[in-house]
C-alpha cells in the first residue's frame, strides 16, 4: 500500500510562511499529486495539485500566494504558502492519483493566528 507521508505544518502568524513537504513511499508515476486542505466543519477542497506533464491547478485563494512543485523522479510534492491568512487555517493532507486510484496523507495541521 502506497504511503504519502507530509511534514511542515505548525503554527504561523498572519502574513508568515510555511513550507508543507510530501514523499511517497513507493516510485509511481501518479498521474496528479498535491495538496489539499479542510477547515473544521467544511468539506475538503484543493489547494493546488500538479499533473504528471506539469499543468497545475490552485484553488482562486491560493493563486500568487502559494507554488507547487514536484520531483517525478522523487516522488515528492512541496507547497510553498506565502502571505499566510487565517482563513487558510486547516488541516492539509497530500494526495495523489494512479489508474484512479487515490492516496491519501495522513494530514498536517496549518494554523494561522497571532
Known amino acids: 500500500q502506497v504511503q504519502l507521508v507530509e511534514s511542515g505544518g505548525g503554527l504561523v502568524q498572519p502574513g508568515g510562511s510555511l513550507r508543507l513537504s510530501c514523499a511517497a513511499s513507493?516510485?509511481?508515476?501518479?498521474?496528479?499529486m498535491g495538496w489539499y486542505r479542510q477547515r473544521l466543519g467544511e468539506q475538503r477542497e484543493v489547494v493546488a495539485v500538479?499533473?504528471?506533464?506539469?499543468?497545475?491547478h490552485f484553488h482562486d485563494s491560493a493563486k500568487g500566494r502559494f507554488t507547487i512543485s514536484r520531483d517525478n523522479a522523487k516522488n515528492t510534492v512541496d507547497l510553498q504558502m506565502n502571505n499566510l491568512k487565517p482563513e487558510d487555517t486547516a488541516v492539509y493532507y497530500c494526495?495523489?492519483?494512479?489508474?484512479?486510484?487515490?492516496?491519501w496523507g495522513q494530514g498536517t495541521q496549518v494554523t494561522v493566528s497571532s
Open positions: 494526495g495523489a492519483q494512479e489508474r484512479g486510484e487515490q492516496y
Open positions: 513507493e516510485n509511481i508515476l501518479f498521474d496528479f
Open positions: 500538479m499533473l504528471m506533464h506539469g499543468a497545475v
